[in-house]
């Protein structure tokens, strides 16, 4: 069983702080690693994408890619209440019978005014 | 540009039903996913559709079925319902298999 592991959480940040939301994942094969936002009742919403070692910036966001320690991140500066949500990490597998994107069970986020 | 849409948004049922769920991929998108998200289990792949073709399934008994139309849009299937299959299905589409996927709202199915 490939595993994307996250820490439940919750975590809690004040309102301008910066938010450090961390995954790791165990197959070295994977080629695709995304962020997902989902609000409670709410759908996974995407917030970043990212396939090469390094820093991606989006505005507030930067994801972290390292594949040598399996490791990816996502770095919100200047929180806002409104990111309270859950912060799924998901990463694209390629086995012998296909595609999958598989799911970490997600951070909750906490931003407190 | 429309989004993911998926139907019904609710939909009741009792042990034993048959349940059908549909999805319509955003305009240009190829690939149809499936995903179950049960109370307290996360996202869970069921099955993977493209050009028409079922293309990778998850770790789901066979009563989870599908099949997506020459237009895109798919239909998922489940037969003889369970308790455990009151959940949350989320349809989501990409472009090609390796790219981001976007999710529709959800159906939320619950077996009585």
């Known amino acids: 069983q490939k595993e994307v592991e996250q820490n439940s959480g919750p975590l809690s940040v004040p309102e301008g702080a910066i938010a450090s939301l961390n995954c790791t994942y165990s197959?070295?094969?994977?080629?695709?690693f995304f962020w997902y936002r989902q609000y409670s009742g709410k759908s996974p919403e995407l917030i970043m994408f990212i396939y090469s070692n390094g820093d991606k910036e989006d505005g507030r966001f930067t994801a972290q890619l390292n594949k040598a320690s399996q490791y990816v991140s996502l770095l919100i500066r200047d929180s806002q209440p409104s990111d309270s949500a859950t912060y799924l990490c998901a990463v694209n597998i390629l086995s012998n019978s296909g595609y999958a994107l598989n799911f970490g069970k997600g951070t909750s986020l906490l931003v407190t005014p | 540009e429309a989004g993911v849409t998926q139907s019904p948004t609710h939909l009741i049922k009792t042990r034993g039903q048959q349940a059908t769920l549909r999805c319509s991929p955003i305009s240009g998108h190829t690939s149809v996913y499936w995903y179950q998200q049960a109370l307290g289990l996360g996202l869970q792949f069921l099955l993977w559709?493209?050009?028409?073709?079922?293309?990778n399934r998850g770790n789901f008994p066979p009563r989870f079925s599908g099949r997506q139309f020459p237009n895109y849009s798919s239909e998922l299937n489940v037969n003889a319902l369970e308790l455990e299959d009151s959940a949350l299905y989320l349809c989501?589409?990409?472009?090609?298999?390796?790219?981001?996927?976007?999710f529709g709202p959800g159906t939320r199915l619950t077996v009585l």
């Open positions: 559709y493209d050009e028409g073709e079922e293309r």
């Open positions: 989501a589409s990409s472009f090609q298999p390796v790219d981001e996927q976007f």
């Open positions: 197959d070295r094969g994977s080629q695709s």
